[in-house]
């Protein structure tokens, strides 16, 4: 039975990164017609509503007891909502979603770094070697681009830097609310309020583009906000519960790999040597960071509580 159980929760898993690794063409397709904010804003408030009929949401609003609770929810909310989306939505508009994709690779590396710094965890050799070998291959992919360090292509890998840093900041902002908060909770509380915070970037051309979409930009739009984050954080956290879901490295390794294949198939889009090895050198990176380690620590934590 245990098998069994581990078979369909790597399965699941499997398919999860399948959709978020596609998340960048999809992103893509929707900003043929949506700006990057009006793409957030439609992506979110779909998605808003349904986040009360999760019972973690009150459960999590029950354990905010102090101020300092509250504006760490917040912060974390703010990071995986608008500052996430919107630098990533809008380096889309200057690179391409498979460049985007293994550029999202970098994410462990730079979270083990925040980690060290913020939460002082020991920043081992081995992820001083990893950071280093995945800037190479960053820098690498900005130029295979165009064989030239261009302005706007590296302001897009730029951004997108930027985004990967923003989530990692709010996974490493989270760690400290995991000894009151179960993981669900703050990300179903964070979902909310980064939500709310979206409210000051509405404006009237906007909701215009979001009532005028045509039906290839809502499926993108559904497919990004209803599979990718409503579903898909439900599926991730029901396969945390299970141990023989902390094997989840490989999947990590494959997620920029399967995002960059996505664009070249779907979109028709360039990828010549360069930007392989760039590629191949941000991946070869995260095997140094070890996220899997990380993972089963973290997953250890929870089953102990």
Request: charged letters at 15%.
């Amino acid at each position: 039975m245990e098998k069994k159980t581990g078979l369909w929760v790597n399965l699941s898993l499997f398919l999860l990164f399948l959709v978020w690794a596609n998340s960048y063409t999809f992103i893509k397709i929707a900003e043929r017609q949506l700006e990057p904010i009006s793409l957030v804003i439609a992506r979110f408030f779909i998605i808003f509503p349904f986040l009360f009929l999760f019972k973690d949401f009150y459960t999590g609003i029950k354990k905010i007891q102090s101020i300092n609770d509250f504006l760490k929810i917040l912060l974390v909310g703010l990071l995986i909502v608008p500052a996430y989306h919107i630098f990533l939505n809008t380096a889309e508009t200057m690179i391409n979603a498979s460049v985007a994709a293994l550029v999202a690779g970098f994410s462990p590396v730079i979270t083990g770094v925040l980690s060290s710094i913020i939460l002082r965890e020991k920043l081992e050799q081995k992820r001083i070697i990893g950071l280093i070998i995945s800037l190479v291959g960053v820098i690498t992919l900005t130029y295979g681009i165009s064989h030239k360090f261009e302005i706007k292509n590296s302001f897009g890998v730029l951004l997108s830097l930027t985004s990967v840093t923003s989530w990692a900041l709010a996974t490493v902002t989270s760690k400290s609310l995991y000894n009151k908060f179960k993981p669900i909770e703050v990300n179903t509380l964070g979902l909310f309020f980064g939500t709310l915070a979206l409210i000051p970037f509405v404006k009237t051309r906007y909701i215009q583009q979001i009532l005028t979409m045509n039906s290839q930009t809502l499926i993108a739009v559904l497919y990004l906000g209803v599979l990718c984050i409503l579903i898909g954080y439900a599926v991730w956290f029901k396969a945390l519960e299970y141990k023989e879901a902390s094997t989840t490295a490989t999947f990590i390794y494959l997620n920029p790999i399967i995002g960059s294949i996505s664009g070249i198939i779907f979109l028709k889009e360039p990828m010549n040597i360069v930007m392989i090895i760039g590629g191949i050198t941000i991946i070869l990176g995260l095997f140094f960071i070890n996220p899997l380690k990380m993972e089963i620590k973290r997953q250890e934590s929870f089953e102990n509580k």
